[in-house]
């Protein structure tokens, strides 16, 4: 059964960074398209960012960009989110994701496999 399990969330204070981890384990690591998510209280999941583990191609939502990095272990089967410049707009529960074989788009509704979810707090 595929299994991720994000780490590396916690507290930080605004302009802080934080670097997520979410590790997985049984599947095809290659063959996966991996993603970033994030939802706060009272607002729907957006997408954050995305990586093809075969091709390492990334995407980000706009308003990540130039904040946030999404990265790849593949040694590891590991995909990492380095956050940076945090605000408190930021602080919400963090969520890692996997789709097979498409790598398009960042629609929560469209990726498989979800890891627990992970909190990450930004205070001012």
């Known amino acids: 059964q595929v299994q991720l399990v994000e780490s590396g969330g916690g507290s930080v204070q605004a302009g802080g960074s934080l670097r997520l981890s979410c590790a997985a384990s049984?599947?095809?690591?290659?063959?996966?398209?991996m993603g970033w998510f994030r939802q706060a209280p009272g607002k729907e999941r957006e997408g954050v960012a995305r990586?093809?583990?075969?091709?390492?191609?990334?995407a980000y939502a706009d308003s990540m960009k130039g904040r946030f990095t999404i990265s790849q272990d593949n040694a590891k089967n590991t995909v990492y989110l380095q956050m940076n410049s945090l605000k408190v707009d930021d602080t919400a529960m963090y969520y890692c994701?996997?789709?097979?074989?498409?790598?398009?788009?960042?629609?929560?509704?469209?990726?498989?496999?979800w890891g627990q979810g992970i909190q990450v707090t930004v205070s001012s």
């Open positions: 994701a996997a789709r097979r074989w498409v790598c398009r788009g960042l629609k929560a509704t469209d990726f498989i496999y």
């Open positions: 049984a599947l095809t690591y290659s063959d996966y398209c």
């Open positions: 990586i093809s583990t075969g091709s390492n191609v990334t």
